[in-house]
């Protein structure tokens, strides 16, 4: 099994930066990509990027392109994920994601591990 604890969030202003943390433990040599979601109250988890083990290509969707930056501690068994020029529609509960493989999507179904999530809150 693996365990997933992420840790950063918090309250920040429009405009302002973040940087989020997540610590993975236990079978740590079986996850291939790691990610990180988001769910706001009343939507569905969406990603906000993802990295894979052996190239470190990342992936974002076009809403946080430019503003957030993904990145992987392989050595530390750490993700981190950068957020700047935050925006009120990026508050939401974060959280951090893991899989065995890469199958061809970056969808919440395709990650097998999660973490229980950081709240990030955006004052307008």
């Known amino acids: 099994q693996v365990q997933l604890v992420e840790s950063g969030g918090g309250f920040v202003q429009t405009g302002g930066s973040l940087r989020l943390s997540c610590k993975a433990s236990g079978r740590t040599q079986v996850i291939y990509m790691m990610a990180w979601f988001r769910q706001a109250p009343g939507k569905e988890r969406e990603s906000v990027g993802a990295?894979?083990?052996?190239?470190?290509?990342?992936y974002y969707p076009d809403s946080v392109k430019g503003r957030f930056t993904i990145s992987r501690d392989n050595d530390e068994n750490m993700l981190y994920l950068q957020m700047d020029s935050l925006k009120p529609e990026d508050a939401a509960v974060y959280y951090c994601?893991?899989?065995?493989?890469?199958?061809?999507?970056?969808?919440?179904?395709?990650?097998?591990?999660w973490g229980k999530g950081t709240l990030v809150t955006v004052s307008s």
């Open positions: 990295i894979k083990g052996s190239s470190g290509s990342t």
């Open positions: 994601a893991a899989a065995r493989y890469y199958s061809g999507s970056y969808s919440a179904q395709a990650m097998e591990y």
